[in-house]
């Protein structure tokens, strides 16, 4: 998915994914408890939601969650891009390390040759 990637571009695009998923997080969360549900939630609020719904721990018992079915089906949403995040993180972090052992595997290897002490034996037949 990153092939032809530097490792810090890798990263770049890594904490831009997690960045824009908190903003989308916090604004509809906002949007939904203010417009649909009739809260008044905080930015706070809306930032914890979202990342305690993105990281999958679940709501919390202190009133920061969604109830309508809106909410929940954004609730859905965002614990896929949770999810989502999770394995593109492993993969931009495991995924170097793991190209790097592989191409050592893989590679053609001529054996060594001595800078003394050799001869070079070469016939035509």
Same mark, same amino acid.
């Given at each position: 998915?990153? !092939? #032809?990637? *530097?490792? !810090?571009?890798?990263? +770049?695009?890594?904490?831009?994914?997690?960045? $824009? @998923?908190?903003?989308?997080?916090?604004? #509809?969360?906002?949007?939904? =408890? *203010? $417009?649909?549900?009739? #809260?008044?939630? @905080?930015?706070?609020?809306?930032?914890?939601? +979202?990342?305690? @719904?993105?990281? +999958?721990?679940?709501?919390?018992?202190?009133?920061?969650?969604? @109830? $309508?079915?809106?909410? /929940?089906?954004?609730?859905?949403?965002?614990? #896929?891009?949770?999810?989502?995040?999770?394995?593109?993180?492993? /993969?931009?972090?495991?995924?170097?390390?793991? /190209?790097? &052992?592989? &191409?050592?595997?893989? /590679? =053609? !290897? $001529?054996?060594?040759?001595?800078? !003394?002490?050799?001869?070079i034996v070469a016939g035509l037949s």
């Amino acid at each position: 998915m990153f !092939r #032809g990637y *530097t490792l !810090r571009n890798r990263i +770049t695009i890594f904490f831009l994914m997690i960045i $824009s @998923t908190l903003l989308i997080g916090a604004i #509809g969360y906002v949007h939904i =408890k *203010t $417009s649909i549900e009739g #809260g008044s939630p @905080t930015v706070i609020d809306a930032l914890y939601w +979202t990342v305690v @719904t993105i990281s +999958t721990l679940g709501y919390s018992n202190n009133g920061i969650y969604l @109830t $309508s079915q809106a909410g /929940e089906l954004f609730s859905i949403f965002m614990i #896929g891009m949770g999810v989502f995040i999770i394995f593109v993180g492993i /993969e931009i972090g495991i995924g170097p390390w793991f /190209e790097m &052992k592989m &191409k050592r595997i893989v /590679e =053609k !290897r $001529s054996p060594p040759v001595p800078e !003394r002490g050799h001869v070079i034996v070469a016939g035509l037949s």
